[in-house]
C-alpha cells in the first residue's frame, strides 16, 4: 500500500531586530532644540522581523544621570521603523550627561543600544564650589578636569630622573621620589634602547615593562621585570629580571649585551 499527500508551507524571512539612536537632543517641552529646556528629545530608528504579525517585537526606553539609576520604561511613540520621545519632567539640566537605553525584544531574542547625550557646549566652566573644571562642556565632577575638545600639546609632560647607574639583576637601587605619583615609568637598558615603557598601578608592587625596536635585519624585543617597595618612605627598585631576543630570518636570538639598567625616569 502507498499514499501520497501534498502540502504547502509559507517561509517568512527573519533577521535579529536591531536599532540605533538617530537624533537625541536637550529641548523643550514640546521637542524644539533648547538647551534650557528641561527635556530630551530622542528618535530611535529600529528593525524587526514581522513574519506576517506573527512576530510582534516590544520596546523599551530608559534613561539616567549618567552614573545613576535608571528611570521606568517611557512611554513613547512607536512605529514600524522607529520611536520618538520626549524624556523629562522638566527639570534635565544640560550641565549633566544623560546615558538612554533602547531594547527591542522579538520572539527569538533582543538588542539593545545605548546613547550618552554629554552636556552643552561652553567654552570653560568652574563647577560651583570651585572644585571641578572643564573644557568645551560643563564640569560635572569635584577634583577633575574635564576637556571635551581633542587635545594637542605642544609642551612635555613633567619628567623626572629618580635614579642613574648601573643596575644588574638582582641588584636593588635607592630612588629619590616615589613612583606612585607618575602616572608611566620609563626604563634606560645599558646604552642601547632608550626607555622601554611601563605603567605603575597603585598598590601592585611587581613592575614589568617591555619595548621593541626594528634593525636593518632584525626586529629586537626587550623585556624588564622588577618589585618596588617603599618601606619607611625609602623608595627603591630591584631588578628581578632582563630579557632581550633578536628576531631574524634565521631565528630568534638572545641579546646577551642588555644586561642592566642606567636610568629610571618617572613621567607625570
Known amino acids: 500500500l502507498s499514499a501520497t499527500k501534498t502540502t504547502s508551507i ?23 532644540v533648547d538647551d534650557s529646556g528641561g527635556y530630551i528629545n530622542t528618535h530611535i530608528s529600529h528593525l524587526a522581523s514581522s513574519c ?42 544640560s550641565t549633566n550627561t544623560y546615558e538612554l537605553s533602547f531594547t527591542i525584544e522579538d520572539e527569538f531574542g533582543q538588542y539593545e543600544t545605548i546613547y550618552n547625550l554629554g552636556t552643552a557646549f561652553i567654552p570653560f566652566n568652574v563647577k560651583k564650589g570651585g572644585k571641578g573644571a572643564a573644557f568645551g562642556k560643563y564640569a560635572e565632577a569635584d577634583n577633575r578636569l574635564e576637556i571635551d575638545y581633542d587635545l594637542k600639546v605642544n609642551g612635555r609632560c613633567d619628567e623626572r630622573l629618580l635614579w642613574s647607574g648601573e643596575l644588574t639583576k638582582g641588584e636593588t637601587c635607592t630612588l629619590t621620589d616615589d613612583l606612585w605619583k607618575y602616572r608611566l615609568i620609563f626604563f634606560k637598558m645599558g646604552n642601547y634602547v632608550s626607555f622601554p615603557l611601563s605603567a605603575v598601578c597603585d598598590g601592585v608592587t611587581h613592575i614589568r615593562a617591555s619595548s621593541s625596536k626594528a634593525e636593518a635585519e632584525s626586529i629586537e624585543l626587550h623585556s ?18 632582563i630579557t632581550a631576543f633578536a628576531i631574524t630570518e634565521s631565528g630568534i636570538e638572545t641579546k646577551t649585551i642588555y644586561n642592566n639598567i642606567t636610568e629610571i625616569w618617572g613621567i607625570k
Open 224 to 241: 624588564i621585570r622588577g618589585v618596588y617597595t617603599k618601606p619607611d618612605d625609602v623608595p627603591s627598585f630591584k631588578l628581578s629580571e
Open 52 to 93: 506576517d504579525n506573527k512576530n510582534i517585537p516590544t520596546t523599551t526606553l530608559k534613561y539616567r544621570q549618567f552614573g545613576g539609576a535608571w528611570s521606568d520604561n517611557i512611554t513613547h511613540t512607536a512605529s514600524v521603523g522607529g520611536s520618538q520621545a520626549i524624556i523629562g519632567d522638566g527639570s534635565l539640566s
Open 10 to 32: 509559507t517561509v517568512w524571512g527573519y533577521a535579529a531586530p536591531s536599532a540605533k539612536f538617530t537624533s537625541v537632543f536637550f529641548s523643550d517641552d514640546e521637542g524644539y
